[in-house]
């Protein structure tokens, strides 16, 4: 098991260190901090964002994205940075895009790599997240078959005919598809093997690193990861450029996290997915939004009315531009909105499981 997990990154190490440089937008945020934003030209499904945290002797990680293979190009682009090992890694929270690269640090580095996590993760990652691979395998096959036939008519996803210039992207994006297929045929998600409940302190020389749960949020077990002398947050996807995804979320709860978030002294976030944030700014306008949703859905329930009333009755007009301004992932506002509503309403009337 050992030594197949070894000459099997040996086999993936030398075309990649070719690709070092072409899936990541390296930032460096302070001496030794990096964040690794995913470029959109990528040569692989990549999914989250990660933070780099170079110590005396050791890298720590911070989410491990949708693939092994993304993994490993941020595997490369650490080797340029540093030869010291990969000795943590971080899983903000249980989503594939998140976790599912674990496996490219184990048994890499000698004396092996400690992977941390919130207890809460630790349990969703056995109970959502590895389950999720085979689901995505017994849905993708059909996908791509029908993504396919749709291109051979010269059809896109929604059934429009696609232009001579969209028809190269689309047929790229399938090609992506197939090959994060053959990676979810080869999955083994590696699972936490350091849970804490509230705090971790890691007592490097060169920094303390700190890394943090406060109460659920975008899971029931978001971790953030906050370096006091750098003034940086990394927050998984308790923040994201535009609105969070909030399938899992709690949103009365969220907002705690938020406020008692804001109340850290940071200058920069790396967040889950979009660029760098300066300050806390975005912060308070997501934490605004959530709050208003929260109270909006509170005193409809309290009057009575059904989720389908409540949805009309809700309005968040106020924040629609604020959010939209970033053209990337503001596009997202309304359906953001109504799932984060569709939970609150659920957090309201006491239905929501964990
Ligand atoms: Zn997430």
């Known amino acids: ?66 693939t092994p293979s993304a993994a490993r190009a941020l595997l490369a682009e650490i080797a340029a940075l540093t030869d010291t090992p990969v000795r943590y890694v971080v899983n903000t929270h249980w989503h594939p895009d998140h976790v599912q690269g674990n496996q490219a640090y184990f048994n890499v580095f000698p004396g092996g790599t400690e992977f941390i996590s919130h207890h809460a993760t630790r349990e969703d990652i056995q109970k959502k997240a590895i389950p999720s691979v085979r689901d995505q395998l017994d849905s993708l096959p059909q996908q791509i078959a029908q993504a396919e036939e749709q291109l051979a008519r010269g059809l896109g996803p929604d059934g429009e005919p696609l232009t001579e210039e969209q028809k190269p992207q689309r047929r790229q994006q399938i090609e992506r598809q197939k090959a994060y297929l053959a990676e ?12 804490f409940e509230r705090s971790l302190i890691l007592h490097k020389e060169r920094r303390p690193i700190h890394i943090l749960f406060f109460f659920k949020g975008h899971t029931r077990g978001d971790a953030v990861v906050y370096l006091p002398q750098e003034k940086v947050l990394i927050t998984g996807d ?21 406020r008692a978030v804001a109340g850290l002294d940071f200058a920069q976030a790396i967040p889950g997915h979009g660029p760098v944030q300066q300050g806390k700014e975005h912060l308070e306008l997501v934490t ?41 992932y503001g596009r997202a506002f309304h359906s ?14 006491g239905e929501l499981q964990d």
């Open 1 to 66: 098991m050992r030594t197949s997990a070894v000459s099997l990154l040996a086999l993936f190490l030398l075309p990649l260190t070719a690709a070092a440089g072409d899936a990541f937008e390296l930032v460096q945020v302070a001496d030794g901090v990096y964040a690794a934003i995913p470029k959109p030209t990528a040569p692989m499904a990549i999914g989250s964002n990660a933070a780099i945290i170079v110590n005396e002797s050791d890298v720590l990680v911070v989410d491990t994205h949708l």
């Open 288 to 328: 605004q939004v959530f709050e208003s949703v929260v109270e909006q859905v509170r005193a409809a329930v309290a009057r009575g009315l059904t989720l389908e009333e409540t949805k009309k009755a809700v309005d968040l007009e106020a924040f629609r531009e604020a959010i939209m301004s970033d053209p990337v």
């Open 238 to 258: 308790l923040l994201t450029a535009g609105l969070p995804f909030p399938r899992d979320s709690y949103p009365a709860e969220w907002v705690k996290t938020l």
């Open 336 to 349: 953001r909105v109504e799932g984060t509503l569709e939970r609150a309403y659920l957090e309201a009337t």
């Open 184 to 195: 979810l045929r080869q999955m083994q998600v590696t699972l936490p093997t350091l849970t």
